[in-house]
């Protein structure tokens, strides 16, 4: 039991650089952009967690932020995987709200959707082993694909190695959901201008049997 | 305004159980273990945000809630990195899934 598909169209854009990279744009907000991010989401979290506003609390606050920022700066050098570090790209953030928000539903269906499984006396599930390849712009957007299609209805990423994606599905709707390649398109959509979901999911193999293996 | 933010509260503190009670009971009927990560990494998550969702709404727009919402935003990043990292473990050991019956005897 295996398809192959091939992508219809070689990714041209891999590695070049969008108007959204920082390349010929030098402005502040552009330059340090995760930086400034990174400041406002520590201080708010440490404003909710303590919740108080002395001066010696807010002091402490500073100090913890500064401290976390110059340790994730350390680790920020550090390359994820192998030559390849962490933020070559930059995420485009007015997407990635609408991402987060997509995900929310996403979450719920899927809750209600294995809920239903679940309860349905026969228990009509096909669990299934699905692999493809996907070629995500950098580590991050495949760590944020992972984390994704485990959300997504009725799918658990089993193993991610470079580009090949080992997922199971427990039906078959879910598995051809999955392998149309929708959500793929969506996370590199973060990264890049635009992309189709055709090109984004490759060399499908399935297993459904214990001989597969 | 108060009864609304109560029935809301209600229905999503209710809605938040049934899905963990749900998820429990999958846990124990599912076959195999890479489908019960399933039952536990997704309904149960769905179950927890609810709950704590409910619980945010009932208590308003204070400082708790704000902290609850934390906690939803931790759970809701967390809990699938955990089903991976427990079904990967199992695929790496050796683990078989279960692929159904019929495909078994055939």
């Given amino acids: 039991m295996c398809k192959v598909v091939h992508a219809?169209?070689?990714?041209?854009?891999?590695?070049?650089?969008?108007?959204?990279?920082?390349m010929n744009n030098t402005s502040l907000w552009l330059?340090?952009?995760?930086?400034?991010?990174?400041?406002?989401?520590?201080?708010?979290?440490?404003?909710i967690l303590s919740g108080r506003t002395d001066a010696v609390y807010l002091f402490w606050g500073v100090v913890s932020v500064a401290f976390v920022i110059w340790l994730s700066a350390k680790l920020h050098s550090i390359p994820l995987s192998e030559k390849e570090p962490c933020g070559t790209t930059r995420i485009i953030i007015p997407r990635l709200i609408v991402y987060l928000f997509w995900l929310v539903w996403q979450i719920i269906k899927s809750g209600t959707y294995v809920a239903y499984l679940i309860l349905h006396p026969k228990m009509p599930i096909d669990p299934m082993i699905v692999r493809f390849t996907s070629k995500q712009p950098n580590v991050l957007a495949r760590v944020i694909l992972g984390n994704s299609i485990t959300l997504t209805p009725g799918t658990l990423t089993l193993d991610i190695e470079d580009d090949l994606f080992t997922v199971h599905a427990l039906t078959?709707?879910?598995?051809?959901?999955?392998?149309?390649?929708?959500?793929?398109?969506?996370?590199?959509?973060?990264?890049?201008q635009d992309c189709t979901s055709e090109d984004m999911c490759c060399d499908i193999e399935l297993i459904t049997s214990g001989r597969g293996r | 305004m108060s009864l609304l933010q109560d029935a809301l509260a209600i229905i999503l503190v209710l809605g938040g159980t049934f899905f963990m009670l749900v998820g429990s009971i999958g846990i124990n009927r599912l076959?195999?273990?890479?489908?019960?990560?399933?039952?536990?990494?997704?309904?149960?998550?769905?179950?927890?945000?609810?709950?704590?969702?409910?619980?945010?709404?009932?208590?308003g727009?204070?400082?708790?809630?704000a902290k609850l919402l934390l906690i939803i935003a931790f759970v809701a990043f967390t809990s699938p990195v955990a089903a991976h990292a427990l079904a990967r473990r199992a695929l790496i050991y050796g683990m078989k899934p279960w692929y159904g019956k019929r495909k078994d005897e055939g």
């Avoid at chain 1, 400034?36 to 201080?43: E, N, T």
């Fill in chain 1, 8 to 22: 219809t169209q070689p990714f041209l854009f891999f590695n070049q650089v969008s108007p959204f990279s920082t």
């Fill in chain 2, 61 to 65: 727009f204070t400082l708790t809630s």
């Fill in chain 1, 172 to 192: 078959q709707e879910v598995e051809e959901e999955l392998v149309s390649g929708d959500m793929e398109a969506r996370v590199a959509r973060l990264y890049m």
């Fill in chain 1, 31 to 47: 330059r340090h952009r995760g930086l400034i991010l990174q400041i406002l989401l520590l201080s708010a979290i440490w404003l």
């Fill in chain 2, 31 to 59: 076959p195999d273990f890479f489908t019960r990560a399933h039952a536990s990494g997704k309904v149960d998550t769905l179950g927890i945000l609810m709950f704590l969702s409910g619980l945010a709404v009932f208590e």
